[in-house]
């Protein structure tokens, strides 16, 4: 499956943002989707994950309460609608698809996933 995410951009601290991910080359349906960013100097952190076929999400702590991961499988489309932004969540946002032998226990670990979009860069300014 091809993924296109965006939705990035400057904002400021408390602001929200929402990040878009498009797919294409597979129905939205019966997989599951993930959302990662990766900092300057970090690695790639797990964010949010959902399964595309029904209900079931995940979410990272770092994150928990503040962001929310939705799906429109009509538009073939995912979300992570993100609130209270800080500085520190400044960094390049992924979505990504699993490989087919990984499980949903595997949600968090990015090595599980074989399908990333391009990324989309958010920056929060103080």
């Known amino acids: 499956v091809q993924l296109q995410a965006s939705g990035g951009g400057l904002v400021q601290t408390g602001d929200s943002l929402r990040l878009s991910c498009a797919g294409s080359g597979r129905p939205f349906n019966g997989f599951t989707l993930g959302w990662f960013r990766q900092a300057p100097g970090n690695e790639r952190e797990f964010l949010a994950a959902i399964k595309l076929n029904g209900l079931g999400s995940y979410y990272a702590n770092s994150v928990k309460g503040r962001f929310t991961i939705s799906k429109d499988t009509a538009k073939n489309t995912a979300y992570l609608q993100m609130n209270r932004l800080s500085p520190e969540d400044t960094a390049v946002y992924y979505c990504?698809?699993?490989?087919?032998?990984?499980?949903?226990?595997?949600?968090?670990?990015?090595?599980?996933?074989?399908?990333w979009g391009q990324g989309t860069l958010v920056t929060v300014s103080s």
């Open positions: 990504a698809v699993p490989l087919p032998s990984a499980g949903w226990g595997s949600v968090c670990n990015p090595s599980d996933y074989g399908d």
